[in-house]
């Protein structure tokens, strides 16, 4: 069988956002909101060199799912834990993965995630639209890039608020637990990173999401405009609401984009 190489040798695969946190005061911390109970399913996405796995596998739980697209990577986990009953490795695309599988458990599930950066609003609204909420998971903790991680912790008013603050309000309470600077990682990608909490919230489970997500589309494709210009055919709807037309799709609130589209 080929031999694996030391793991400090693989060359880095940019395609796969393969940045490495190699700090360990930085995982010190993130370890510090790790929970863990004997019947929960862990689940982390994009284990890699598993430096967040070392703090995870010594926890309580039922199962620790490790979704790792990347073979060489995966072979790796696989041979680490090859004795280990409770770790599974899975080797795809977290994209593609059935979440669906996991649904039938009753001990809490909660995913933790360096993710890459290049796909990781993919995966977030990939959980966050599925028809019947709440979905798979109890808790999730993910490092976004910055830039990313502020559009998803804005609240209205703020300059960064926009589509996907409301899509993940609308679903969960966001928390920000750690800012993560570049120096933190392995190769130093060119961005800063940001740790934040998702808990599921009920409070809109009947909307639909593909509604909600056409309605900001729209309200937010002409941010300057007054909503009475891009959202003129809620007009009755708007009114219904007293929500007042003059203002900018910045203005409305989680609760008034969701009211609205319940309506509509
Ligand atoms: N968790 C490790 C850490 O913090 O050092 C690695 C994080 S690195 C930013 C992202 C990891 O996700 C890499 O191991 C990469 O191979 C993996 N990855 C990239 N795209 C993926 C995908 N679509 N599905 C699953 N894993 C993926």
């Given at each position: 069988m080929r031999q694996l190489?030391?793991?400090?040798?693989?060359?880095?695969?940019?395609?796969?956002?393969?940045?490495?946190?190699?700090?360990?005061?930085?995982l010190q911390k993130m370890n510090g909101y790790i929970e863990s109970s004997k019947d929960m399913i862990i689940i982390e996405i994009g284990p890699g060199k598993g430096a967040l796995t070392k703090y995870l596998e010594g926890k309580n739980?039922?199962?620790?799912h490790l979704i790792e697209k990347d073979n060489y990577l995966a072979a790796r986990l696989k041979e680490k834990y090859?004795?280990?009953?409770?770790?599974?490795?899975?080797?795809?695309?977290?994209?593609?993965?059935?979440y669906g599988d996991l649904t039938n458990t009753d001990?809490?599930?909660?995913?933790?995630?360096?993710?890459?950066?290049?796909?990781?609003?993919?995966?977030?609204?990939?959980?966050?639209?599925?028809?019947?909420?709440?979905?798979?998971?109890?808790?999730?903790i993910l490092?976004?890039?910055k830039e990313v991680a502020d559009r998803i912790l804005a609240n209205n008013g703020n300059k960064k608020y926009g589509r996907l603050s409301v899509l993940v309000q609308s679903?969960?309470?966001?928390?920000?637990?750690?800012?993560?600077?570049?120096?933190?990682?392995?190769?130093r990608p060119k961005v800063d990173g940001t740790v934040i909490q998702f808990e599921p919230i009920n409070n809109f489970n009947k909307i639909s999401f593909q509604k909600l997500e056409k309605l900001l589309e729209k309200s937010f494709s002409a941010r300057r405009k007054k909503i009475k210009n891009?959202?003129?055919?809620?007009?009755h709807h708007?009114?219904?609401?007293?929500?007042?037309?003059?203002l900018r799709p910045e203005n409305l609130s989680v609760s008034d984009y969701c009211n609205l589209a319940k309506l509509i």
């Open positions: 190489l030391n793991i400090d040798e693989i060359m880095p695969k940019k395609s796969l956002g393969q940045n490495f946190i190699t700090d360990n005061n930085f739980y039922k199962q620790l090859k004795n280990s009953k409770k770790i599974k490795i899975i080797n795809l695309d977290a994209l593609e993965y059935n001990g809490k599930i909660t995913i933790y995630g360096n993710l890459p950066f290049n796909i990781s609003t993919k995966l977030l609204t990939l959980w966050l639209s599925v028809e019947v909420w709440p979905s798979f998971f109890d808790k999730m490092m976004f890039q679903r969960c309470k966001v928390k920000k637990l750690l800012d993560a600077p570049a120096s933190i990682f392995s190769p891009t959202l003129s055919d809620y007009h708007l009114k219904q609401l007293q929500i007042d037309e003059n």
